[in-house]
């Protein structure tokens, strides 16, 4: 009984996770091409530039992505033998770039016309952090930097 | 420096996420743990094969505590308890035959069962569950005490902790494996409960064997030897036999062994005893006790 069950979530976890996959990865890329006007760098000061900076500020994007049963599952049989934790990869990926579009959006609704000095942090949510035990692991992207705005 | 605005790459070119396809993976994960499952299990399978006859007769009794809730069932009512009694007298003189030595003589224990069912069953701890329907059908002490002597072939031959032994590797395994209370070792539990008991067919002819050889032992004949099975394989579809069927190998098959065992060692065959008072006494009881032969078994 609890096997069908274990079966069914699998199953559940591999069609639902996959659409919800490709779907969010054509988001992703659609969202990216817009935003490919928008620099978006790590650089500590802005690169030389005649026009004088007019205002620099904070900007911040999270994006928190769930693990669904079957690349649990996957992930777990992993952990039996080692080696690259594939399952993950694109959740992890998908976190990071959904997180730095909503920072740039962020950027851009203040007027930006770079953003500097980005920095990210992960975090996992559940699977025995925050207080959780047993509950599925989240993977939580923090994307931050500096929206700089030149004087025009 | 200049910044020149580029597409992201298109999602099959994305560095950071492995390009094989996820059930892939899991495919070849899955065979892994299947391979690394069976060759545990076919490890302890071997050390099954190894303790069984090493066990201490304490650590066997010991086992036996678990189907503690079945054997007070058998000997719940006063008329099972003097068929039991009545069982136990004719069990006793087939061990004194066996073990003649009364220092190297186990203790063995036969219980009745009250259940419409036809079957007798050799448990772990020395106990032998023989079930009100055997005894309701059975026309003769012989062949009564045939299939006594084949269960008694099972305790001796250790057959049941064999049978058990699988079960019971399974729980261990499961419980090392992926911790206390998991779906694998519940379900092991649960075959551990449901008591699989069913014996390999070389197992079947040994315990025949010695069945055979303890009722020419008592009686200096075979009589009575294939009754049982010949009239086990007239009623196969008969729904009280299913159970003894389910647990042991078909009944055609061993009444052609028997016979050809009984050739080849020339045991005569002579009239039959009629059941012991003591059995039948029971047997009215039992009915009186339940008019309709209705099963109390829910
Ligand atoms: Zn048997």
Do not use: C
């Not at chain 1, 770039?97 to 016309?113: F, S």
């Not at chain 1, 996992?124 to 692991?137: D, F, V």
């Not at chain 2, 569950?129 to 005894?135: A, F, I, M």
């Amino acid at each position: 009984m609890e096997l069908l069950i274990l079966a069914i979530m699998v199953t559940i976890g591999y069609f639902a996770g996959s659409h919800a996959e490709k779907t969010h990865y054509a988001s992703i890329i659609e969202r990216e091409k817009a935003f490919t006007k928008l620099p978006t760098t790590n650089l500590k000061h802005p690169p030389q530039d005649p026009r004088e900076v007019e205002w620099a500020q904070l900007v911040n994007g999270n994006a928190v992505m769930a693990v669904d049963y079957f690349k649990l599952f996957v992930a777990s049989l992993r952990n039996m033998f080692g080696g690259r934790m594939s399952a993950y990869e694109s959740v992890i990926d998908r976190a990071r770039r959904e997180a730095t579009l909503r920072m740039q959006e962020m950027a851009r609704k203040q007027g930006a016309d770079m953003i500097i000095n980005l920095r990210i942090e992960t975090a996992s949510i559940g699977g025995g952090t925050a207080g959780q035990k047993n509950g599925l692991p989240s993977i939580e992207a923090m994307v931050y930097g500096t929206a700089v705005r030149y004087r025009r | 420096m200049v910044f020149v605005p580029k597409e992201p790459p298109a999602a099959t070119e994305n560095v950071n996420v492995s390009p094989n396809h996820p059930l892939h993976e899991f495919l070849i994960l899955l065979g892994g743990l299947a391979g690394v499952l069976f060759l545990v299990w076919l490890l302890l399978g071997l050390a099954v094969d190894w303790i069984v006859p090493n066990l201490d007769p304490r650590a066997e009794s010991q086992l036996a505590t678990i189907y503690r809730p079945l054997l007070e069932v058998g000997d719940a009512s006063p008329t099972t308890q003097t068929g039991s009694r009545a069982l136990q007298i004719e069990l006793d003189q087939l061990l004194a035959l066996q073990f003649p030595d009364k220092a190297k003589r186990p203790a063995y224990f036969v219980h009745l069962h009250s259940d419409e069912d036809v079957n007798a069953l050799a448990l772990p701890g020395g106990h032998i569950l023989v079930l009100s329907g055997l005894l309701a059908q059975a026309e003769s002490e012989n062949e009564l005490l045939f299939v006594l002597g084949h269960e008694l072939g099972h305790l001796i031959h250790r057959d049941h902790l064999r049978g058990l032994g699988r079960s019971l590797v399974m729980y261990t395994l499961a419980n090392a494996l992926f911790g206390n209370q998991n779906f694998v070792s519940g379900m092991a539990e649960n075959s551990l409960r449901n008591l699989q008991l069913s014996f390999s067919r070389g197992q079947e002819s040994a315990a025949d064997q010695l069945g055979l050889a303890l009722l020419v032992k008592k009686y200096g004949h075979a009589g009575g030897a294939t009754v049982f099975f010949e009239r086990l394989a007239k009623q196969e579809k008969s729904p009280r036999f299913l159970s003894y069927l389910t647990t042991h190998p078909h009944p055609q098959e061993r009444v052609e062994q028997l016979q050809a065992l009984i050739q080849a060692q020339a045991y005569a065959i002579k009239p039959t005893q009629p059941l012991s008072k003591a059995l039948k006494a029971n047997l009215a009881a039992s009915q009186e006790h339940n008019p309709d032969g209705q099963s109390e078994k829910d």
